[in-house]
């Protein structure tokens, strides 16, 4: 019998993916840049001592063969696997975002990806009758084929998988698949990573923090034709995640409510600003795409840039570097007063990222540090 070498084991092009995303300083958007720059992540992996040195700075840590090894290894033991942008597997509607994660982390059942998805969405301390409708709505969306995602928070999330459990429904967790938050869904998160799917960006044992939830909504938002938001308060949670739809160019709809009720304000101001309103799953439907249309077929994702010249002027990064301050600023607009290409202005901006220089912000903004 043969012994298999551990690093002939292990697909080695995921391997730098993996280690690529989970390099510090490196998020979505960096990553989406480097690898349409470069042939591969490996190759970009190299380069990257380089473009930090180019923006100012030192070169971010890059995680060794043996630590993506690790994780890969450990998500296997849970009953998991990991699924990379732009490879097999990866859901066609979530590529199509520009934040798209690199990397997911999935236990379940992954062929859900291929049926039109829903997300329900709403407030944690909900009313008993939201509750209740929304277990019933979710009940049946599935029954006429969607999928129902949502992120297994307590009040609207919790129902709507409890609804959606028999039909098919997609938890998307803040943590590591491994953790259970809150801790009362432990049995329905498990529940689901038999019945359902389960998904995370996160590595394993990461404990949700605030900053992961913006981040899993983008997530639920993108996964989905459709956001409904059943009960809000005007600044939750629930309505970043029905922003989010709107700016990935998704349906968003909302469920009226009393006037009387601060949780019904949500959802009664975006129906005010426009969403659809709701009262049945026939109503989801109606302004859903027909089941079995091509939402599911792999495209180019319209966010994939041309690669930039080599040979970038000295002169050109100081312009992008003179237009930029601790204020964000819109790249668009960094991309007009400049003059320069659109590849050049991302070039000089992901060398001052890697650089550790630059951060980014929601909607295209980008500010010095």
């Known amino acids: 019998m043969v012994k298999v070498a551990r690093s002939d084991a292990i697909d080695a092009d995921g391997l730098a993916r993996l280690r690529l995303i989970r390099t510090s300083s490196i998020g979505p958007v960096t990553y989406r840049h480097l690898l349409a720059r470069f042939p591969s992540p490996q190759e970009a992996i190299d380069a990257l001592p380089h473009l930090a040195r180019r923006g100012g700075g030192r070169p971010p840590r890059v995680p060794s063969i043996a630590e993506a090894e690790r994780e890969l290894e450990h998500v296997a033991a849970l009953g998991g696997r990991h699924i990379f942008l732009g490879r097999e597997g990866y859901p066609a509607p979530l590529a199509q975002t520009e934040d798209a994660p690199p990397a997911l982390i999935a236990v379940g059942n992954t062929a859900l990806f291929t049926r039109p998805m829903v997300a329900m969405v709403g407030a944690r301390n909900a009313s008993a009758a939201a509750v209740r409708f929304a277990r019933q709505l979710a009940y049946d969306l599935a029954s006429l084929g969607y999928v129902v995602v949502s992120?297994?928070?307590r009040g609207i999330d919790t129902a709507a998988h409890r609804g959606a459990l028999d039909g098919g429904t997609i938890?998307?967790?803040?943590?590591?698949?491994?953790?259970?938050?809150?801790?009362?869904n432990e049995a329905l998160q498990q529940d689901m990573a038999t019945r359902g799917l389960v998904l995370s960006e996160?590595?394993?044992?990461?404990?949700?923090?605030?900053r992961h939830f913006p981040s899993r909504n983008r997530i639920i938002a993108g996964l989905s034709e459709g956001t409904v938001v059943v009960e809000a308060a005007?600044?939750?949670?629930?309505?970043?995640?029905?922003?989010?739809?709107?700016?990935?160019?998704?349906?968003v709809?909302?469920?009226p409510g009393s006037p009387l009720d601060p949780r019904a304000?949500?959802?009664n101001l975006l129906i005010r600003e426009g969403a659809t309103l709701v009262q049945s799953a026939e109503d989801v439907a109606e302004m859903l795409r027909p089941?079995?249309?091509?939402?599911?077929a792999a495209v180019r994702s319209p966010y994939v840039l041309d690669a930039p010249a080599e040979d970038i002027e000295w002169a050109d990064r100081e312009r992008v570097l003179g237009l930029l301050s601790p204020s964000p600023v819109a790249i668009d607009e960094v991309v007009r007063q400049s003059a320069l290409a659109p590849a050049t202005v991302h070039a000089v901006l992901l060398e001052l990222e890697l650089a550790g220089?630059?951060?980014r912000h929601a909607g295209a903004r980008v500010s010095l540090l």
Not at 202 to 210: C, D, F, I, K, V
Not at 291 to 296: A, C, D, K, T
Request: charged share 20%; proline share 10%.
């Open 151 to 153: 992120g297994l928070a």
């Open 171 to 184: 938890g998307v967790v803040a943590g590591g698949i491994d953790i259970f938050y809150p801790p009362e």
């Open 202 to 210: 996160q590595p394993p044992r990461t404990e949700p923090h605030a």
């Open 234 to 251: 005007p600044r939750s949670g629930s309505l970043i995640t029905a922003r989010l739809a709107a700016d990935y160019g998704r349906e």
């Open 253 to 255: 709809m909302a469920v």
């Open 265 to 267: 304000q949500g959802c």
């Open 291 to 296: 089941l079995g249309e091509s939402h599911v």
């Open 357 to 359: 220089r630059l951060t």
